[in-house]
Nanobody, 115 residues
Framework: QVQLVESGGGLVQAGGSLRLSCAVS????????FNWYRQAPGKQRELVAA???????QYAESVKGRFTISRDNAKNTVSLQMKSLKLEDTAVYYC?????????WGQGTQVTVSP
């Protein structure tokens, strides 16, 4: 089992920055990739950023150049640095971990971008 706990969400003005963190615990050795998803009201959950076990990263087109996913193995955390935030970035952000046979989710953290 793997437990994921997000933190760092909040209210920020457009153009501002925010850093989300995901504390990872449990059977970390089973994980082969970490991701950040988001879900805005009335919309489907979408993949925002992904990091494979080898460190290769991928981003949704809408956040490329503004968001950065990173991992701190010493602290067992996965972070999402967000800058130049836009109104449309408002959503609940979820940390996700994928193992060979299972998938794990955090409880989500709200990010609200105001004008």
């Amino acid at each position: 089992q793997v437990q994921l706990v997000e933190s760092g969400g909040g209210l920020v003005q457009a153009g501002g920055s925010l850093r989300l963190s995901c504390a990872v615990s449990g059977s970390i050795f089973s994980i082969n990739g970490f991701n950040w998803y988001r879900q805005a009201p009335g919309k489907q959950r979408e993949l925002v950023a992904a990091m494979a076990s080898g460190g290769i990263t991928q981003y949704a087109e809408s956040v490329k150049g503004r968001f950065t996913i990173s991992r701190d193995n010493a602290k067992n955390t996965v972070s999402l640095q967000m800058k130049s935030l836009k109104l449309e970035d408002t959503a609940v952000y979820y940390c996700n971990a994928k193992a060979v046979w299972e998938e794990y989710w955090g409880q989500g953290t709200q990010v609200t971008v105001s004008p």
